[in-house]
């Protein structure tokens, strides 16, 4: 739905009392129109075509008899994806005069009053600024939305139209949908640009060959021309058909991908299940989808199709690119929001407890400090606090701060004006505040951060705004700021390494992420994930793990923590011969760390004790020697059941 421009309306009125208009609030091509509807002496408080006698219309149409015939099941199919929207579809001859149209009986009345019907022109010179006739005058597709019309009584109407051409390039007609302003939406001039152009095609093919006949339908001839995937489904959820665009992106042929549940095509999408639970549509969701060996980052909007009684007969779901602008933001800043919740892999109530506060503080703007050793999913974290927040379809920057230079960290953070330092840009530079406002920056490895910036950070964190090196004016920022760490930030402020005011304005929200030695029985289902990513990535096939590898894991510590498994498991897909992981492809530390301490044991010392006693002092040792009972266990070579048991056996506390 389109919003009235008051500024739009403003600048009309401007210009019709005093020919006076403000360029910056009004299109380019907009201001042209007007300026030529002047030149006509155009009505602007009238706006009503201009009928022709019936036999003139009638030779018209005769001698338009392949475009309408060519048009109009084009008309017809755009007519039904529109029904009950109270949306017109016209067609019109090179000069504008209406040949056909197409609508519901109300739109039809209202159209009528405005001799918007057969045999009326409807050019710039009869009723000013209008997609047809502006159309016609430029001759390329446009829009003109409520007061961009020059005629006062169209300002309520909005208006999409698209020129036809013969093979030769030239003009031949229009193709338009019409309807109420409050009822428009930004894709129809999509659809009426591939009908146009669709009906282009066909006249070419008709004239090159008048023996072959097209007897394509609307949905295969004009979404299969649009670059935008479409995907149409029913109400249950069951696809019915997918253009070309949508098949290349899902990599799945177009007849095996009818009756599938749109599940199976798009994956699991909560946006996609609302709208078949509510029968509400969607307008610009970012969705991702996992597809073979990338994951898919798209812009999502839907639309429902009604029948005669107003109750959803179906969907159709309009799939597109992320949008140019983030992209390449990302790109020149090297960061991207990848990951979501969902791809924080665990079950373990550990990780559970720290997801849940993720989302729960995600829709805030509150700042939040993330803290964990390395490897244990910091970054992984905030980017899912951004993908859930409302500032998901903006920028999202990280910046590691024990990664830059003292001398030029500042410089990265808030930029610098041209010629401010040696070395420095002639044009200057934004700095990562800037290129992320509106969006979101993490700010990696905080702890390291020097005291100096320190106290910058505080300032702009307090005043919203920032000062480029050598930039007299502030620049305000609306930024969420989100901290990661592997050190403990309250001893650093003990130690008068990092800055208490700094801290307590870091730190609304602490989210501490679990180390994988607390997180054990989440080693399966992370085994699993990686298996299946790297099968993925490098075609290998990867379907069995010996009991004996989960063992292992399970009694490993884990001090590179879940990046740390990552590499062992790709290690081990990469060794596998069968399609199996064994033990034989673990690193030597898995396999042999029994036997290395077994073999520092000097035989010559040790007492001749009774066997059960010697097994009280084994396990006593290693509950004083070691951190956890994992390690504990690990280091005797047991699992951690068979030491509990043993230490109960002894009464051992532990």
């Given amino acids: 739905m389109l919003i009235e421009n008051k500024a739009v309306k403003n600048e009309w009125e401007k210009f019709v009392k005093d020919n006076d208009i403000d360029k910056n609030n009004v299109r380019d091509m907009i201001i042209k129109s007007w300026q030529r509807c002047k030149e006509y002496n155009v009505d602007p408080y009238m706006g009503k075509g201009d009928l022709v006698p019936d036999n003139k219309l009638h030779r018209i149409k005769k001698q338009n008899k392949q475009l309408i015939e060519t048009a109009e099941p084009f008309m017809k199919e755009l007519a039904e994806l529109v029904k009950d929207s109270h949306i017109v579809v016209v067609l019109t001859n090179a000069k504008g005069l209406i040949l056909e149209t197409l609508g519901d009986e109300k739109i039809m009345n209202n159209a009528n009053q405005l001799k918007f019907i057969p045999g009326s022109y409807w050019s710039e010179e009869k009723v000013g600024t209008n997609a047809i006739g502006s159309a016609i005058e430029i001759d390329k597709p446009l829009q003109v939305n409520g007061c961009e019309h020059y005629c006062k009584q169209h300002h309520t109407w909005t208006c999409s139209a698209a020129p036809i051409h013969n093979p030769e390039g030239e003009l031949i007609g229009i193709l338009d949908m019409s309807g109420p302003f409050k009822r428009a939406h930004p894709h129809t001039l999509g659809m009426v640009v591939a009908a146009a152009k669709s009906v282009e095609n066909q006249i070419s093919l008709i004239e090159k060959n008048k023996e072959l006949r097209i007897a394509n339908k609307f949905s295969s001839a004009v979404f299969n021309s649009m670059s935008e995937g479409i995907i149409s489904i029913d109400k249950f959820g069951k696809v019915i058909w997918i253009n070309k665009a949508a098949s290349k992106m899902f990599e799945i042929d177009r007849e095996s991908a009818k009756e599938k549940d749109i599940k199976d095509v798009i994956g699991e999408q909560p946006t996609v299940e609302k709208m078949l639970s509510n029968h509400q549509p969607f307008n610009d969701e970012d969705i991702s989808v996992y597809r073979n060996k990338e994951r898919l980052y798209l812009n999502a909007s839907a639309r429902i199709l009604l029948n005669k009684t107003g109750i959803a007969d179906g969907y159709i779901i309009i799939l597109r690119k992320m949008k140019a602008v983030k992209k390449m933001v990302n790109r020149m800043a090297g960061s991207e929001a990848r990951f979501c919740f969902g791809d924080i892999i665990g079950e373990n109530r550990y990780l559970k407890k720290v997801k849940d506060l993720g989302r729960r503080i995600s829709k805030s703007d509150a700042t939040v400090l993330i803290e964990g050793e390395s490897g244990t999913g910091k970054e992984m974290m905030a980017q899912a606090i951004h993908n859930e927040s409302l500032r998901r379809e903006r920028v999202f920057l990280s910046i590691n701060c024990a990664a830059i230079p003292q001398n030029l960290l500042e410089s990265e953070l808030f930029g610098y004006e041209g010629g401010s330092f040696t070395g420095a840009r002639k044009k200057g530079r934004p700095g990562k505040f800037e290129l992320a406002s509106g969006g979101t920056l993490l700010l990696d490895e905080i702890g390291e951060m020097p005291l100096n910036m320190q106290a910058s950070l505080l300032r702009v964190l307090q005043e919203k705004e920032i000062n480029r090196i050598g930039g007299l004016e502030p620049i305000p920022i609306d930024v969420r700021i989100l901290a990661s760490t592997n050190k403990d930030l309250e001893e650093e402020v003990r130690k008068g390494n990092f800055r208490k005011d700094l801290f307590f304005r870091l730190n609304t929200v602490k989210i501490k992420m679990p180390v994988l030695s607390k997180r054990l029985d989440d080693i399966e289902k992370l085994v699993e994930h990686f298996i299946f990513i790297l099968n993925q990535k490098s075609n290998q096939n990867i379907h069995a793990v010996e009991n004996e590898v989960i ?96 230490a109960d056996k002894f009464n051992l506390k532990i």
Wanted: aromatic share 6%; hydrophobic share 35%.
């Fill in 551 to 646: 063992d292992l894991l399970k009694e490993y510590d884990w001090p590179g923590n879940v990046r740390e498994l990552q590499n062992v498991i790709e290690r081990a897909v990469l060794l596998s011969e069968d399609g199996c992981i064994r033990v034989k492809h673990l690193p030597e530390e898995f396999k042999n760390n029994v036997e290395k301490e077994v073999n520092k044991i000097d035989s010559n010392s040790l007492p001749l004790l009774k066997l059960k006693d010697m097994e009280k002092i084994m396990l006593e040792h290693s509950i004083q020697e070691t951190k956890t009972i994992t390690e504990a266990a690990k280091i005797l070579g047991v699992s951690r059941s068979t030491f509990y048991r043993k």
